[in-house]
């Protein structure tokens, strides 16, 4: 899994450096379409009526989406109005880098829809629902003005850890960005 996570991680640094902002996500109607091709993985089609009437936690994971989407839009904004090697930008492109690998995540939850049995999707989406929503959380603070939230510690920890992140991966990713 570690050396996927680093794989995955180099191919985004190339897929998203240098390039515009863009939203990720499309919503049309019931159909939400994450354009995974520009963040180093096949799209994914996440049709709520297929989902919505057996798992909540599908649609709770769709909003999360969304509001990851949203976040890593505004990270990407604000990265690019601040100057190289500055803290503040490393910390907004290691976050903005973290909600690509939740997007890829995700996608792996979803694509293991007809393998696994309902209760185990279930848990599956509640835990990556928990851990994005801390993840959006850490996001907002960081781009709110005022004093700033410290996103080194046991929460942000747990984070990377879930995602199967090091910090020496994540150092290489930021710096080769």
Not at 37 to 49: E, P, Q, S
Not at 68 to 79: A, F, M, P
Not at 107 to 128: A, M, P
């Amino acid at each position: 899994m570690q050396e996927n996570i680093m794989e995955l991680l180099a191919k985004v640094v190339t897929l998203i450096k240098g390039k515009d902002l863009e939203m990720l996500i499309k919503r049309t109607g019931n159909e939400i379409t994450l354009n995974g091709a520009k963040i180093g993985f096949a799209d994914l089609n996440m049709g709520l009526a297929n989902f919505s009437n057996k798992f909540i936690e599908f649609v709770k994971a769709n909003e999360v989406a969304t509001s990851l989407d949203n976040c890593q839009y505004h990270l990407s904004k604000t990265i690019s109005n601040i100057k190289d090697n500055d803290s503040f930008k490393q910390e907004c492109q290691r976050i903005r880098l973290m909600i690509i690998v939740a997007f890829h995540q995700l996608g792996q939850i979803i694509g293991t829809t007809k393998l696994t049995s309902d209760e185990s999707l279930k848990e599956q989406l509640t835990e990556w629902i928990r851990y994005m929503n801390d993840l959006i959380k850490h996001t907002i603070s960081i781009l709110e003005p005022g004093p700033k939230l410290v996103t080194k510690g046991p929460v942000y920890e747990q984070i990377m850890k879930y995602q199967g992140l090091s910090e020496k991966d994540m150092r290489e990713a930021i710096d080769n960005l």
